[in-house]
């Protein structure tokens, strides 16, 4: 029994020092403010980081094969310049979000593509991506647009309340990360697909080896992680509701940290997608201790996000040179 | 057929070839399309023109690619560059600053051109040394912690702009000390400083790694890091030295950039910087995975960047709108470097001789 315990620590330790530390951080803010206790910011924590957690569970997938996809914030700042532009012309806006997703789509096969058969840096080509999607967004417009569109207005102001805590309410794109990651979970626990992922993460040469379907997998995930990117995107223009090519700077580097933190190596194979919805949440209890403190600077935010990174890499290989040895 | 003579494919082997060959159709795209890009002047004493900001402007990226091409040639990667900018830059800045702390420059300071709290040879110290601490710091991360390239770097990417706010105490610094301008805005001999400041590095550069065998160290450590360790060669030692000489290149960039700037913005300066110094390397023809690299050629891939750039401002395109642009250089690039690609060429090349001995 207790070596049953022991192995299930192992096997999961870095997720349950992601929740420890959650849980660690929250406490601490909520003892030093008081005012954090309030159910409201707890709810805040899912309403901040909506397209943060959208993205990070895409990038979730993509690290778990092995590769890395730095163009999101790119693809986020297209998609709310594009879906600005095109609502300005009075399209459909459902019909805009399908246009949207589909984008994030194309671009993401191409992405995959240039790196499983042209073979090369993942991390070289989502770089051009993201060059080329912020440089696309600019082309689009170079200034602000609003968006005015009564659908994106009713689907940004309406509030939801939650049942049981009074006063507390989220917006209807909050709710988009949460749903996402039940179907990332499901993706990932028990589909071959998600599998095959982390067969591909543990070794390509391997899995190509056993017959699994390499490349149309990769393709996939990196497909599903323009997919993610592009439905930040619409997220991120309702709550903001306009849209430009400057947004979300630097994202991609708070998504991996993200991923990071919720005990997903970067060399490929290991970690889960509940994880990373701790790690967004460690990164946006941060962000809200900073705001509630009002003195300290927002500097804090990424020297704070950076010792945590450095710290939960040590866990992680701690664990996993535990596990090795036993 | 003439293409198939020796010289011709030796030249196609060489690893100058591609990136000279990128860099001669953007000067012959110049020459037909803006004749005044060639014209040079003299002014002040000293020369002007496009091509002498081309040089001006990619001295900074040249010296982060130099640092970045023995990073990337031992199989890793720096992402901090730009923070390291950032800092070292923003602790020149602090130290220049007349006042101490969060008091504000008032006008009698910024009038005085020669206010500082500190000699000028104290402020390029600091500023060098800081940037190679976070070199060491990224080394030390990389062979001692062995934490993988990315991660380790990217942890300082991350915290990097976050510690050159604290430096500066979230403000944008203006400089107004003026001697501190020189390196960024100075002119010897009629040329830039910042070139003669590359120049110099460069020859540091190579003289290290071309006349001692740390060059090969980088090589072998890049192409097999195992087999290096095992005869006898300390493969922690040689990563710990090109992080260090990357972290010291951005400090040198940074000197240059804020005193070109005359203000250091912890948020902006140097931004993008890691991401044009790969491009510069990759351009030159250094893999990615590591390996043979020529410092020469990143150079070269540091100022195809700005030619292109300087050539898109000329025409007019905006500065946001180029990144597009730039993404469509690189992917042609990449194509032209992919392994499909060159095995395509080749045989486009080569097939010609032996297919008419074949049918004949």
Request: charged content about 10%; proline content about 3%; overall charge positive.
């Amino acid at each position: 029994m207790t070596q049953r315990i022991k192995l299930f620590l192992l096997n999961n330790g870095p997720l349950l020092t992601t929740i420890l530390i959650f849980v660690l951080v929250y406490y601490a803010g909520g003892q030093l403010y008081p005012k954090m206790q309030k159910p409201q910011v707890f709810f805040n924590l899912f309403i901040n980081t909506a397209s943060l957690l959208i993205v990070s569970i895409g990038m979730t997938f993509v690290i778990l094969t092995k590769g890395i996809d730095l163009s999101v914030a790119g693809m986020i700042a297209l998609t709310s310049a594009a879906s600005a532009a095109i609502l300005l012309k009075g399209v459909n806006p459902v019909l805009v979000m399908i246009l949207m997703l589909l984008m994030g789509i194309a671009f993401g096969i191409a992405q995959g593509s240039i790196i499983h058969y042209l073979k090369v840096e993942p991390f070289i080509v989502t770089l051009m991506g993201l060059f080329f999607t912020r440089g696309m967004a600019f082309i689009i417009t170079l200034s602000s647009l609003t968006i005015k569109d009564p659908f994106y207005r009713y689907l940004a102001l309406t509030k939801l309340h939650i049942p049981f805590f009074e006063k507390a309410y989220l917006y209807i794109p909050s709710l988009v990360g949460p749903l996402l990651l039940l179907v990332a979970v499901y993706l990932a626990k028990f589909t071959r697909f998600g599998r095959t992922v982390y067969a591909i993460g543990n070794s390509e040469q391997s899995a190509m080896l056993m017959g699994l379907p390499v490349a149309r997998t990769k393709i996939a995930v990196y497909a599903f992680g323009g997919f993610c990117s592009a439905l930040a995107g619409i997220v991120f223009s309702i709550s903001l509701l306009s849209g430009y090519g400057g947004y979300a700077p630097g994202m991609e580097l708070d998504a991996i940290a993200s991923v990071v933190i919720g005990g997903t190596m970067l060399t490929g194979g290991v970690g889960n997608v509940i994880g990373t919805l701790f790690g967004v949440l460690i990164n946006g209890t941060i962000v809200s201790i900073l705001q509630f403190n009002g003195t300290l600077s927002s500097w804090w935010t990424r020297i704070g996000v950076g010792v945590l990174t450095l710290v939960f890499i040590g866990i992680q290989s701690l664990f996993y040179m535990r596990k090795k040895h036993s | 057929m003439k293409n198939n003579t020796p010289l011709f494919k030796r030249m196609r082997e060489n690893r100058l070839f591609w990136p000279l060959v990128a860099l001669a159709l953007i000067f012959i795209f110049n020459a037909i399309f803006s004749p005044g890009f060639f014209k040079l002047g003299i002014l002040d004493g000293h020369l002007y023109g496009n091509l002498i900001d081309v040089f001006n402007n990619s001295a900074p990226l040249m010296l982060v690619a130099l640092g970045m091409t023995l990073v990337i040639a031992t199989g890793g990667v720096d992402l901090s560059v730009g923070a390291v900018i950032a800092i070292s830059a923003g602790m020149g800045a602090v130290l220049i600053n007349p006042v101490f702390g969060n008091e504000e420059i008032t006008n009698a300071v910024a009038a005085d051109p020669n206010l500082t709290n500190t000699p000028l040879w104290l402020v390029v110290v600091v500023t060098l040394l800081a940037g190679t601490l976070c070199g060491l710091w990224n080394g030390i991360l990389v062979s001692r912690a062995k934490i993988s390239p990315m991660v380790a770097t990217l942890i300082l990417m991350v915290a990097g702009r976050g510690i050159a706010q604290l430096i500066e105490r979230g403000q944008i610094m203006t400089v107004y000390y003026t001697p501190y301008f020189w390196f960024g805005n100075g002119f010897i001999l009629g040329l830039p400083v910042s070139m003669y400041i590359v120049a110099l590095v460069y020859i540091i550069a190579w003289v290290l790694v071309r006349k001692t065998s740390i060059g090969l160290f980088i090589e072998s450590v890049g192409l097999n890091s195992k087999s290096t360790y095992y005869s006898g060669i300390s493969e922690k030692n040689v990563k710990l030295f090109a992080y260090t000489f990357c972290g010291f290149c951005g400090a040198v960039a940074g000197l240059i950039l804020g005193s070109y700037i005359h203000a250091i913005d912890a948020n902006n300066i140097g931004l993008n910087y890691e991401l044009d110094a790969i491009f510069a390397v990759v351009i030159g023809g250094t893999l990615m995975s590591g390996g043979r690299f020529s410092l020469l050629a990143s150079i070269i891939g540091a100022l195809i960047i700005w030619t292109f750039t300087i050539t898109m401002y000329i025409f007019g395109v905006p500065a946001n709108a180029l990144l597009a642009g730039r993404a469509v250089l690189v992917l042609v690039v990449i194509l032209l470097y992919s392994d499909y690609a060159r095995v395509f060429l080749n045989r486009l090349v080569d097939r010609k001789g032996p297919r008419h001995d074949a049918t004949n």
